[in-house]
């Protein structure tokens, strides 16, 4: 079957169709139910209708009201019975944004930059490591070199033990209005051999070489596959990360909604030049050195590499 590329849902009230589509397929408990199911692994309809006791008639009512939502796909499976319609997970996150249309109409629309996870600018690892493509390891594991070759802008996951990956990100976008914040999205956790999902670590964000918080990943996760993980990509291995927000305005730095620090984006000196690095360490003195996994898009449970979105103050 053809891979289907997930997509986040981006929701708001200047599109009440859509946004009435998706809210009243998400309205029952039994299709949240299916949803549950189906993120764990595709299912056929009559499956579906077998796990759930009930009619093939109801379940496809189901499954057509989640279709045409864009929350699933369905596509034909040959079978020795004839063809059945497998459904798997056609998204990975779905947001309503209340003020998006009031933000069209008085303000500056948000400018995002993506960095893809193989594009850093300096590195240092230490083994056990390794890097990867969408398609195939990209070096010998436990190998620092693979790290250095020019294949590694086409990294789709990256691990190390201890050290850091640094990302230069322009500042264009920092320039063209007066910004209200600065949001980075990633998936990420730490790195034990294989995967153990009980392996604490520390890493700490830094930008312009400022440390601004360290926070702690639980686990290096498994024991179910990531949803964009390709199919050669072993069962044995890391599997999928901790989504992280962290967030910079005039008022300090914000972890998942949460203040870590007073660093600001003036304090940390992002609009100065053409450009301002982000880093990502694992610090050998760190209470927990468990080592760090980096997803990219075709990795994990998201599909996105490094994401970094500025939003603008009203005018």
């Not at 040959?78 to 944004?97: A, E, H, N, Y």
Request: proline share 5%; charged share 25%; hydrophobic share 35%.
């Amino acid at each position: 079957m053809e891979e289907v590329k997930k997509k986040d849902i981006l929701l708001n009230l200047a599109d009440l169709d859509d946004t009435a589509r998706v809210c009243r397929a998400l309205s029952s408990e039994t299709r949240l139910e299916i949803l549950k199911c189906l993120i764990d692994r595709a299912m056929t309809i009559s499956e579906l209708a077998e796990k759930f006791y009930l009619p093939m008639s109801s379940m496809c009512l189901h499954i057509k009201t989640l279709r045409e939502a864009n929350l699933i796909s369905v596509v034909p499976k040959p079978g020795i019975r004839g063809s059945q319609k497998l459904c798997g997970m056609k998204t990975t996150s779905v947001t309503l944004d209340l003020f998006a249309h009031v933000n069209k109409r008085t303000g500056k629309p948000p400018a995002y930059i993506y960095m893809p996870i193989g594009h850093y600018s300096n590195c240092e690892v230490c083994p056990p490591c390794g890097i990867a493509s969408a398609t195939s390891y990209l070096h010998y594991e436990d190998s620092p070199y693979g790290f250095y070759f020019s294949d590694h802008i086409d990294a789709a996951i990256i691990w190390f033990t201890k050290g850091f990956l640094e990302y230069q990100f322009p500042n264009f976008s920092l320039q063209q209005g007066k910004v209200s914040q600065i949001e980075f999205t990633f998936e990420i956790c730490s790195e034990a051999p294989g995967y153990n999902n009980n392996w604490p670590s520390n890493i700490t964000l830094e930008i312009n070489h400022n440390p601004v918080v360290t926070f702690l990943t639980k686990g290096d996760y498994g024991g179910r596959k990531g949803s964009c993980n390709p199919d050669w990509w072993s069962d044995s291995n890391s599997q999928f990360g901790e989504f992280k927000r962290f967030t910079i305005t005039d008022q300090g730095s914000f972890l998942d909604g949460e203040k870590v620090s007073e660093e600001t984006i003036e304090s940390l000196k992002m609009k100065e030049g053409y450009h301002f690095s982000f880093i990502l360490k694992v610090d050998e003195n760190s209470s927990h050195v468990g080592g760090m996994n980096l997803f990219g898009k075709h990795f994990g449970d998201h599909p996105q590499d490094i994401i970094m979105k500025v939003d603008y103050e009203a005018e």
